[in-house]
């Protein structure tokens, strides 16, 4: 059984979200099968871990616009409504991408987590702030609030211990 973490990055890639480049950089060494996809690639996500093995644990974490692709690859068809992702993270989607109550965490996640900044400090006056939701029968959001810059929740550690506790856990 493989455990693969699909880490998708924010508005302008890696260079605004190196720090969730540098947190998957760290699962390698811990065993975790690691992806890298920019947010507008939720599709190519979806289809890649829809052809995983059943037995294969399957988790995505993505920051800003990345945290909104999360909820959008829990809703992609190609998932055939099965219950595949064992862990959905979302850190600090923003309120700049289409409606999130659009796309609600569904039955299909075990485990959904968002990390959401509440404040309207420097760039968090215009992004971030973001938050998933449930549907009926999805599973409760996890949410911790704080208020921090929106460019430095990629880097907080805090967050990237939380995650990791849940992706060993899954």
Not at 20 to 39: A, I, R
Not at 88 to 114: F, H, Q, W
Request: aromatic share 12%; charged share 20%.
């Amino acid at each position: 059984m493989k455990k693969n973490v699909h880490i998708l990055y924010g508005q302008f890639g890696y260079a605004f979200s190196a720090g969730m480049h540098s947190f998957g950089e760290t699962l390698k060494p811990k065993g975790f099968n690691v992806q890298y996809w920019n947010y507008w690639q939720h599709r190519e996500a979806a289809l890649a871990i829809a052809i995983t093995p059943k037995q294969d644990k399957n988790a995505v974490a993505g920051f800003s616009l990345g945290g909104n692709a999360c909820a959008w690859i829990a809703n992609d068809p190609a998932l055939n409504n099965k219950e595949v992702l064992d862990l959905v993270v979302a850190y600090d989607p923003t309120v700049n991408g289409p409606s999130l109550a659009d796309y609600p965490i569904s039955m299909k996640v075990k485990r959904a987590i968002c990390y959401r900044q509440m404040g309207y400090v420097l760039t968090s006056f215009f992004a971030g702030r973001g938050y998933l939701r449930r549907s009926p029968l999805g599973p409760e959001i996890e949410t911790y609030r704080f208020t921090a810059d929106h460019l430095v929740v990629p880097y907080m550690q805090s967050l990237h211990e939380k995650t990791l506790k849940a992706l060993e856990e899954m």
